[in-house]
């Protein structure tokens, strides 16, 4: 297989060529005779991360010195299916000659799957319904596959960026790494970005939630045991840190590991060497290990329920992931995130964007993913406004407003509830602005978002006929 392009053609810019490679394929790049590359698409700049201008006219070897370009060159060749490691992610690729009067003057290099998450989805559709040889090969790109790099953690707030670099540095080292946040703040993610950070070569990165296996499982799963070790061991059976061997192993919640097992452990940390259940041949630990947790773990120590030599041997390296309560100005940039990554067809308003900006989000990142995800599915407009956010979300956003105003001290003073009062201040103030939230908002000296929560919360009917006049939204 090869392509049949004049020098020419390869060389002409923003033409046919160039737009059916940036539709076509994750990525692409064209490199000449002399292996320096004279076409990249837009995927290709995202993939290495970098301007285009600093990629043109550079050797390929630059951006990717593991695929076989120089020898499709030699050869005349195609090399098709060529897994390469491109800054960080694991990609499969095709490589085409390009030929001119016999002569090879060139090679495209296609990206297929940008990440090996896409060929898994395919794979696993492929082996649903039936038991074929895909299903060993997507075992096998399971266990090399880390998904994200540290590029994938999104945000611009100080807080993150500052982690960002913390992050970098450390995946520089080989020491383990504890990652200590809140449900849904993206720890994972964050140790994918280490074990895909340094990586030159296809290793495991073995992933195990210390809470979803059983304590009695728990030990074979991560050292495997022998046959015969225990009733139904009838084959021996490798653990994941035998998998993990050459590359890296997540233990997830490791703060919900019981003290038997913390004990052994830290034997496992200290010695680097471990034995299956049942088994009496040393192992050697050759794998990174990376341990995560939403627990305090110095308070469960203190509580006798974690083991301190054990906390003190993993946060060799503590990374300490904000929630995001405490970065709300990367909320805009998440939730456009979202909606590009999941081809939503929708947009909010400042209005809506304010409203989740008052939200605490006791999910983290993971809760505001799925309401940008049930704001597509439950309305059929295209720009999401406060009102439709505020069905999704619970009111929790209170902010302060000058209570001195002229609907409160003359008819609410013999009121009981200051929750009454606050009631019929809003409503009078409604009333008196002829329900024009902005003008209500001013009034009261609040912002439209916390109006809109307090009519929320209150169930204040609204005159529906006068807001459409006044264009509520």
């Not at 095709?94 to 060139?106: F, Q, R, T």
């Not at 849904?184 to 195990?208: D, Q």
């Not at 997540?250 to 034995?275: A, P, T």
């Not at 940008?372 to 439709?388: F, M, P, T, W």
Request: net charge neutral; aromatic share 8%.
């Amino acid at each position: 297989m090869h392509f049949d392009f004049t020098l020419e053609e390869i060389q002409t810019r923003n033409g046919i060529l160039d737009k059916l490679l940036d539709i076509a394929f994750d990525a692409a790049i064209i490199i000449d005779k002399d292996e320096r590359i004279i076409y990249c698409s837009k995927g290709s700049i995202e993939l290495v991360n970098s301007k285009k201008a600093d990629i043109i006219g550079t050797h390929i070897s630059a951006i990717d010195s593991e695929s076989p370009f120089e020898q499709v060159l030699k050869s005349g060749k195609h090399e098709t299916g060529v897994m390469v490691i491109i800054n960080g992610r694991k990609c499969m690729t095709n490589l085409i000659p390009i030929i001119s009067g016999g002569k090879v003057i060139g090679v495209l290099g296609m990206v297929l799957f940008q990440s090996l998450t896409n060929l898994k989805n395919i794979l696993a559709s492929m082996t649903q319904y039936t038991e074929s040889e895909f299903k060993n090969i997507y075992d096998i790109i399971a266990r090399v596959d880390s998904n994200y790099t540290f590029n994938d953690y999104i945000g611009e707030s100080r807080l993150i960026k500052d982690m960002l670099k913390e992050c970098r540095r450390a995946s520089k080292t080989n020491y383990p790494v504890l990652i200590i946040g809140e449900t849904g703040t993206g720890k994972e993610i964050l140790a994918n970005g280490f074990h895909s950070e340094n990586m030159k070569s296809f290793t495991p990165f073995i992933k195990i939630n210390c809470t979803a296996i059983p304590d009695d499982l728990l030990e074979s799963e991560l050292f495997g045991y022998e046959k015969g070790a225990f009733t139904g061991a009838v084959a021996a059976k490798k653990g994941k840190f035998e998998l993990a061997a050459n590359g890296a192993i997540l233990l997830d919640e490791i703060g919900d590991m019981n003290l038997r097992l913390q004990s052994k452990l830290l034997r496992v940390l200290e010695e680097k060497e471990y034995e299956r259940i049942g088994g009496n041949k040393l192992l050697p630990l050759n794998s990174r290990v990376f341990a995560a947790t939403n627990r305090d773990l110095r308070e469960l120590c203190r509580q006798g329920k974690f083991r301190e030599d054990l906390y003190y041997r993993l946060n060799t390296i503590e990374i300490k992931v904000p929630p995001l309560r405490a970065r709300k100005e990367d909320i805009p940039l998440l939730v456009k995130h979202f909606i590009h990554k999941n081809q939503l067809d929708i947009s909010l308003s400042k209005d809506a964007l304010e409203i989740l900006s008052q939200y605490d989000w006791p999910g983290n990142v993971r809760e505001l993913r799925n309401v940008v995800n049930r704001l597509s599915i439950n309305y059929d407009e295209k720009l999401i406004g406060a009102e439709q956010v505020m069905q999704i979300i619970p009111h929790n956003a209170e902010l302060p407003y000058d209570t001195a105003t002229k609907y409160q001290l003359n008819s609410l003073a013999a009121e009981n509830s200051l929750e009454t009062q606050e009631k019929n201040i809003i409503i009078n103030a409604l009333k008196y602005c002829n329900y024009n939230i902005s003008s209500a908002a001013k009034e009261l000296k609040i912002s439209r978002a916390t109006l809109y929560n307090k009519i929320r919360k209150y169930n204040i009917i609204l005159n529906k006929q006068i807001l459409l006049k006044k264009n509520f939204v």
